[in-house]
């Protein structure tokens, strides 16, 4: 079974520093890797994907995220937060040997707040 | 273009009634899923349909929830005999279900249920 660990439930970064929002999982083959984001009141909207290309995947609004087999790790990065970037982040997982489309496992989830 | 859609967006239903939700997904998208968000539990799997072929229902918490989709495009997910732990976020998302590099899922903006 798949499973996916966000630690912690809550970020507070200042407007302008780095963003770094940790994922870890746990899979027996190397899964496809997903980061989520959620506004207030609206659906989730993908930031982007890792589907056993490039390690290091760039997706939209600045944000990136490096998997890194040996760690289990698929950690979300952004050089300089802005305002706009405050909503909860969701790292999600699903087995390949499950198919290309087949369901999504989420993270609990980590609220990102940015200060002015 | 448009998005997946949900119907209704808000529901209040007393315990021990039935109600139906709505998906809507985008036009074109073979694969249909349904997700359960709520405080205690996070982002759960609930259904899932690709195609014609049979739903993988792995993820219904009882016999008291089923989903069915019609003709290929809308979907109904129906919760029978509704209990206040029902009360949630039921999410619905599409994807072309086309292979890996089509994988990703497109979220409608959710049915916030709440059963009293």
């Known amino acids: 079974a798949q499973s996916v660990t966000q630690l912690g439930s809550h970020v507070s970064v200042s407007e302008g520093a780095l963003v770094l929002l940790r994922c870890n999982y746990s899979s027996s083959v190397p899964p496809y890797l997903f980061w989520y984001v959620q506004y207030p009141n609206q659906g989730l909207q993908l930031l982007l994907k890792y589907t056993s290309a490039a390690t290091l995947v760039k997706g939209i609004n600045g944000f990136e995220a490096e998997f890194k087999k040996s760690e289990t790790s698929f950690h979300l990065t952004k050089p300089s937060a802005h305002m706009s970037d405050a909503a909860e982040y969701f790292c999600a997982v699903s087995d390949p040997l499950d198919g290309a489309n087949s369901k999504l496992t989420f993270g609990k989830g980590i609220t990102l707040s940015v200060r002015p | 273009g448009a998005g997946v859609s949900q119907s209704p967006s808000n529901k209040v239903t007393e315990k021990g009634k039935d109600v139906e939700l709505r998906c809507d997904p985008i036009?074109?998208?073979?694969?249909l899923y349904w997700y359960r968000q709520s405080l205690g539990q996070g982002l759960e799997f609930l259904i899932y349909f690709q195609g014609n072929s049979a739903p993988d229902k792995s993820g219904l918490p009882s016999d008291r929830f089923s989903a069915e989709r019609t003709g290929g495009s809308v979907s109904t997910l129906t919760i029978q005999r509704t209990q206040q732990e029902d009360s949630a976020v039921y999410l619905c998302?599409?994807?072309?279900?086309?292979?890996?590099?089509?994988?990703?899922?497109?979220f409608g903006p959710g049915t916030r249920l709440t059963v009293l």
């Open positions: 998302a599409s994807s072309l279900g086309a292979g890996v590099a089509y994988n990703e899922q497109f």
């Open positions: 036009s074109g998208h073979t694969a």
